[in-house]
């Protein structure tokens, strides 16, 4: 069944009551939090789409219900007609703030965290908790702070408040400022399996074919964000494309390839364009990891691992890493200064035919 009839069905982490894959990371918070030594800040990390954000939600809800019998069963869950779920879940809860990007005067999502959001969390956590427990701030996520933002949020945790909890939630810490990174306890996150990835699928994309799934599964780097965005983004059809033209090597298919550069081109190919690029940079990503290593290319269709063998013993590692940075910088500049997307497709797997001919 095609990817393309159904809108993926996916709660905001906020009301999402599943969180699979990640029990290692419920587990130390539970610990920690049963422990009554709970450190002050937390950040969760790892890959974006793994559940960062669910995982903040679900604590948030467990201190913000006082613990009792929640949580003795070894997770966070907590019944979704609870009173503090759906408090949570709407927004409506006195004493959680979640910071994020904001809307501007025009009515637009910004595109970073600004100072002012950041400064009602000092705001918020001065007050009293309303219902005399504790208060919960989510920044989400951190790494989209600007520099002002960033500094007024070090303040914060710099001399934080009694029974203030915050939890910031970073795909990429390493752009934090070491100052931040410093007071707070950081949760790494792994990668979902794929199984799980599978599993989440089936949950939020009923509709997808069992095959589709696992291909989903294959590409999503075990992210279930990163599979379903793919699923609406018609990432399956794609992929099969993008991976057929490359399974054609070193004689290119040169009807197929200009078709794709056509579809690309027209108005509204933007995402279609995006897609297949980001998809064509992960499977040289594969390939050369494999020459790298030496182990076999992770294969998600069939013939794709000879095919990245074929292609490594035709021309060296350092060739190949060479075209894969230049088609990353190629492909930016067509998304900054508009560049013609037919001709920088069809440009590039004309340069991958004439290294992949021995």
Request: contains cysteine; glycine residues 10%.
């Amino acid at each position: 069944m095609s990817e393309a009839g159904s809108t993926p069905d996916v709660p905001e982490p906020r009301a999402n009551p599943v969180l699979l894959g990640q029990e290692p990371a419920e587990t130390a918070l539970l610990q920690v939090w049963r422990s009554e030594r709970m450190p002050h800040a937390w950040l969760l990390t790892g890959p974006r789409g793994i559940g960062k954000a669910t995982l903040a939600y679900r604590f948030a809800r467990l201190v913000l219900a006082d613990g009792g019998l929640f949580g003795a069963g070894g997770d966070l869950q907590l019944d979704p007609q609870d009173p503090v779920f759906r408090r949570v879940a709407s927004g409506g809860h006195p004493d959680l703030l979640t910071a994020e990007r904001s809307i501007d005067d025009k009515g637009r999502l910004r595109t970073r965290i600004t100072v002012e959001d950041v400064r009602k969390i000092g705001s918020f956590l001065r007050l009293t908790p309303a219902e005399g427990g504790w208060r919960v701030v989510i920044v989400d996520c951190a790494d989209e702070m600007n520099p002002s933002a960033a500094n007024a949020l070090l303040k914060i945790l710099e001399e934080p408040p009694k029974n203030a909890l915050l939890l910031l939630v970073s795909h990429a810490p390493g752009g934090l400022l070491p100052t931040i990174r410093s007071r707070c306890r950081r949760l790494p996150l792994r990668p979902l399996p794929d199984p799980t990835v599978v599993e989440l699928l089936g949950r939020y994309r009923p509709d997808l074919a069992d095959q589709d799934r696992t291909v989903l599964a294959g590409l999503a780097e075990g992210s279930i964000g990163r599979a379903v965005d793919l699923a609406a983004e018609g990432g399956i059809d794609l992929y099969r494309e993008v991976a057929g033209l490359l399974l054609s090597l070193p004689n290119l298919e040169g009807t197929r390839l200009h078709g794709l550069g056509d579809r690309f081109a027209k108005q509204g190919g933007e995402t279609a364009f995006r897609t297949a690029t980001d998809l064509l940079g992960r499977w040289f990503g594969r390939m050369i990891c494999a020459g790298a290593s030496g182990a076999p290319a992770a294969e998600i269709l069939p013939g794709e691992a000879a095919c990245m063998q074929q292609l490594l013993e035709r021309r060296s590692l350092d060739q190949w890493l060479d075209l894969w940075e230049k088609m990353a910088r190629l492909f930016a500049a067509v998304e900054d200064v508009n560049l013609d997307r037919k001709q920088a497709w069809v440009g590039t797997f004309l340069e991958i035919e004439g290294l992949a001919r021995s």
